[in-house]
């Protein structure tokens, strides 16, 4: 725990220095987000006309306004699906890239600019995708693993069990065993680009190995770091939802409702680099080299 | 109200003073009967006396019954008929099975176990003190001609029954329940019996409702369809074993213990159109009270959570049907919940008990307990006090009883959030019935006055239910809430305990929106009906166009002292503007409507329009431009289709949509960042 706290502390103070990067990548988060909600306003400015009733539906939920206006429009729905999903796609691929490089510039713990950034991207980039496509056939098999057993126990209960309560809590704890796993491989996913980075290794496959070894050695370590960075994202969640509480259904603080979420997504993502940041830490902390010792203090 | 309780009083005086003993033989003891009523609230031209024993294991019911049907007719009757609902689930070559490809409202037949079929054989039948009729009995299939459809027997009789006479009949039958399916049979010890015993027709004398002559009326068991029966009395002695709790249409007289571990009930309902009953050992039972009726929930036990959903859903049903339409007289109602694997029987109703359906954990902002609860008793009015035929008209019990349905809902609830109202969402009941029909890919595919099978490629739901509950709601927005109640209040104290049919209905809208608002709407609403209930077309109307255009001095010549002089600019008609607002109809159906226009200035103007003509254009010269109109501002008339073209602005807001792109854009951001940490 008192290691946990110590980086958790510190990754805080290293992430202070990247907040360029974050604001970068943040933009990206944004552009990426307009590329399909500008054409949308225009189709929506199309699909409303001059008819007054969608007025209800930029301010609150008005479920006659909204099944009107998707009727008499169709194929929007399924546009914004199919565009948001590509969209979801290429940010993926982009925070790849830019993990590479966060870590990269938090190992030097200098040059933190976003040129820095791009350039650490770049090195890292084919190793993290590999890395990410492993993960992504690991979560597959995972998920696979968790929830066709699940199905399969779901549809005999199903036959025997008199209340549907019994099939909720067997749903509910293969959901909960699902989600130890899931974070369980983002931590092994996380580690295993730290050790990438740290080493400057091209062995992805024994980079999730240290990572799995590490984090079952370290795991008093480890497990709290995670928690603390969760409730952190809980407590910036909070913060968000009495905030909106107060401005939502109001049209005169539209804008400031715009200004908070959007600096919401903002604080998510450094919360996000300041994990990268206290989780290399923890991995220095128990591997340092005399350099790291000598910047952190820890001689 | 006084009337109520006077007649509810001198009710239950005869129900505790022993009024009208009856004594039939039961086993070998007597059963002491106790009239419900001190006086028949319907005319009574049926009598079912049953003694049925459920074998639980072989999900069997054997009894013995007698029947006495009385002639309402001055015919000389012939023939009887009957109906054997259960045969609909003997097999695949039923009417039934045919239409639905073994599915019923999301459930599917399990038709690989022979345990999962139902049947009724009916083995013995004859006349009491008369001739054996067993060899008489035939299948009749008078809707489809289907020979291998066993839902309706016929028996022709050696000595007609004479005009005004009565026939009594015995028989024995054994009814094989079918694993629960479209609204009857059993999910492991959970029994919902119904649809269960030879039920005879209605023999409709001439004049009643579309019959000519005097004929039968006993359909065969279609997908879609219900069913119709007279009002009747029902003594039923149920025997099962000790551990089942039962619950019925009637009211439990008396209960015995027999030495072989099983019990006897014995039960009585009066002026009902059917008896259902249910038995399961789990049900725990929660009962309260809403004025003179006596309220009980059959639970299953992980739902007792949710009897206040029940129950209090319930209050508030009878007490909105009770303003509004008129008195229940029944003291009794039952409300069974029925188990996960019984909710093929979910959502039914038989007058005095009715299912309803939930979930263990269901929240309490998503209200389809509550809905069906309201829905389900409403049919207590809508086909059992009104005892309308289904088959023939679905629109008039399903159509009407949604009507009130989405009134109580939306009352009691909410408008905007009566049917759900959880993390945000809010749906009111009345808006979603509309939208249900509006969204329907073709809500031209037939006219709502079909009966219940002629919607052979779809449209039955959404027409019968909820085009007429919009249509309802429609006519209420034309004639007034005040004339709509008085409306419904009539057709109720009028035709309770009888037959109603369609045209009986548009009869009393005729004879009340006269007397109350003379010929404002012509002679009559017959135009209405024959649009919404005989037409398929459907309503929507649209505001096309908004003009505005500066005064301008005339130009030209006219003529002085015999010359033509150009005009002068002395003819300036000053400041202000001429505006245009045109509307269109873009539908089949013409409804007057009325227009509201807003001027920049604030000032706004009404205008109504017959709604006859393809389009309409109103003329405006004001200080300022018209700035918005919009059709029906009021809402009056949900039935339009398209209520994105009823409104339009002069100059487009453009706000809405960037304000709703900042939602999207909010969470498509969010999306992708959650998606990101796969990275």
């Known amino acids: ?299 | 109200m006084g009337h109520h309780q006077h007649f509810f009083r001198k009710g239950v005086l005869l129900f505790l003073g022993l009024g009208g003993l009856i004594l039939l033989s039961a086993g070998g003891k007597a059963w002491a009967q106790t009239a419900i009523f001190s006086e028949p609230l319907s005319q009574r031209l049926t009598s079912y006396d049953m003694k049925v024993r459920l074998d639980p294991d072989q999900k069997r019911v054997t009894g013995r019954m007698i029947l006495v049907w009385r002639n309402p007719s001055n015919d000389a009757v012939g023939e009887l008929q009957f109906h054997l609902y259960l045969n609909a689930f003997k097999n695949t070559k039923s009417t039934f099975m045919r239409e639905s490809n073994g599915a019923h409202r999301g459930f599917d037949h399990d038709g690989l176990k022979a345990d999962a079929w139902g049947y009724i054989d009916v083995t013995s039948l004859g006349v009491v003190n008369g001739g054996d009729l067993t060899d008489r009995m035939r299948f009749i299939a008078p809707d489809d001609g289907n020979a291998d459809d066993r839902t309706v027997m016929a028996v022709a009789l050696d000595t007609p029954v004479p005009p005004r006479g009565e026939i009594s009949l015995e028989c024995t039958f054994v009814a094989k329940l079918p694993q629960i399916f479209a609204r009857t049979g059993y999910a492991d010890e959970y029994f919902l019996v119904a649809q269960w015993f030879p039920k005879i027709g209605v023999y409709e004398p001439a004049g009643q409702r579309f019959a000519k002559v005097g004929q039968w009326n006993c359909h065969q068991f279609h997908q879609n369809s219900e069913f119709y029966a007279n009002h009747g009395v029902y003594q039923v002695e149920i025997t099962l074993p000790k551990r089942f709790i039962v619950g019925s249409c009637g009211i439990t007289q008396s209960e015995r213990e027999n030495p072989d571990g099983t019990k006897t009930l014995q039960i009585r309902a009066e002026d009902i159109v059917d008896f259902a009953w249910t038995a399961s050992p789990r049900f725990v039972v929660v009962e309260d009270r809403w004025k003179h009726v006596e309220i009980k929930a059959y639970l299953q036990p992980e739902h007792l959570s949710q009897a206040a959903r029940h129950i209090d859903s319930a209050k508030a049903a009878f007490s909105y049907f009770e303003e509004h339409l008129g008195f229940y007289p029944y003291p009794h109602f039952a409300i069974v919940d029925p188990p996960m694997r019984g909710m093929g029987s979910a959502g039914m109703e038989y007058t005095t008990l009715i299912t309803a359906g939930c979930f263990w954990g269901i929240p309490s902002g998503l209200r389809f307990t509550e809905m069906v609860t309201i829905h389900e008793l409403g049919h207590a009015y809508f086909m059992g006090i009104l005892a309308s035929n289904e088959f023939e008209e679905p629109w008039i019990d399903e159509g009407l009883n949604t009507y009130f349905e989405t009134r109580i809902m939306d009352h009691t609830y909410g408008k905007k959030s009566s049917f759900v109202d959880w993390m945000g969402l809010k749906i009111g009941d009345s808006e979603s019935a509309r939208s249900t029909y509006v969204g329907m890919r073709n809500p031209k595919i037939a006219e709502n006055a079909r009966a219940a099978w002629e919607f052979p490629h779809g449209g039955y739901g959404a027409l019968s239910y909820q085009k007429t509950a919009t249509w309802m709601h429609t006519l209420a927005g034309l004639v007034g809430q005040e004339t709509m109640d008085e409306i419904m209040k009539t057709f109720y104290e009028r035709w309770k305990f009888r037959h109603p049919c369609g045209t009986d209905f548009i009869a009393i809208v005729n004879e009340v929106v006269a007397r109350r608002q003379g010929d404002r709407f012509g002679e009559g609403m017959d135009w209405y009906f024959d649009q919404v209930l005989y037409g398929s077309g459907v309503c929507d109307y649209k505001l096309a166009d908004i003009r505005n255009e500066k005064k301008e001095p005339h130009r030209g010549l006219e003529t002085v002292n015999g010359e033509k002089v150009l005009l002068k600019e002395a003819a300036d008609p000053g400041a202000g503007y001429r505006s245009r607002v045109v509307l269109h109809r873009l539908g089949e159906v013409c409804l007057p409507v009325e227009v509201a226009v807003g001027f920049e200035n604030g000032e706004v103007a009404m205008e109504s329009w017959n709604g006859t003509a393809r389009s309409i254009e109103f003329r405006f010269e004001r200080p300022s431009k018209v700035a918005w109109a919009q059709v029906d501002p009021q809402g009056k008339i949900p039935l339009d289709v398209n209520l994105m073209n009823n409104s339009l602005r002069s100059e487009p807001r453009k706000s809405s949509a960037r304000g709703l792109g900042m939602k999207v854009l909010f969470w498509l951001q969010n999306v992708m960042q959650v998606f990101s940490i796969f990275s």
């Open chain 1, 1 to 299: 725990m008192k290691h946990a706290l110590k980086t958790y502390l510190s990754g805080f103070t290293a992430a202070r220095a990247l907040f360029k990067p974050v604001l970068f990548i943040y933009a990206s988060n944004l552009i990426l987000g307009l590329t399909v909600v500008l054409p949308l306003v225009g189709r929506l400015q199309a699909g409303f006309g001059q008819s007054m009733l969608p007025e209800s539906l930029g301010e609150g939920f008005d479920y006659t306004a909204l099944t009107e206006f998707l009727r008499q429009t169709p194929g929007l729905v399924a546009g914004l699906v199919s565009q948001a999903w590509w969209v979801m796609v290429l940010f993926l691929v982009l925070i790849v890239f830019f993990s590479g490089g966060i870590l990269v510039v938090l190992k030097r713990r200098e040059n933190l600019g976003v040129r820095d950034v791009l350039a650490g991207g770049c090195d890292f980039f084919f190793r993290f995708f590999k890395l990410f496509v492993y993960m992504g056939v690991l979560h597959l098999l995972t998920a696979l693993v968790v929830y066709l057993p699940l199905m399969m126990i779901l549809k005999g209960l199903a036959k025997t069990v008199e209340s549907e309560s019994s099939l909720f809590f067997v749903g509910l704890t293969g959901v909960l065993v699902h989600l130890v796993l899931l974070a369980l491989l983002l931590a092994v996913s996380a580690y295993a680009k730290i050790h990438l980075v740290r080493e400057d290794s091209r062995r992805v496959l024994g980079a999730v190995r240290r990572s799995l070894g590490f984090i079952f050695h370290r795991l008093g370590a480890v497990l709290p770091l995670m928690i603390l960075f969760g409730l952190t994202a809980l407590l910036a969640g909070g913060i968000y939802w009495m905030l909106s509480g107060f401005l939502t259904g109001s049209s005169t603080f539209i804008l400031l409702l715009f200004a908070v979420q959007q600096a919401y997504l903002l604080v998510r993502i450094w919360i996000r680099v300041w994990a990268y940041a206290s989780q290399s830490q923890l991995v220095a902390l128990f591997t340092p080299d005399h350099e790291e010792q000598t910047a952190y203090g820890w001689v």
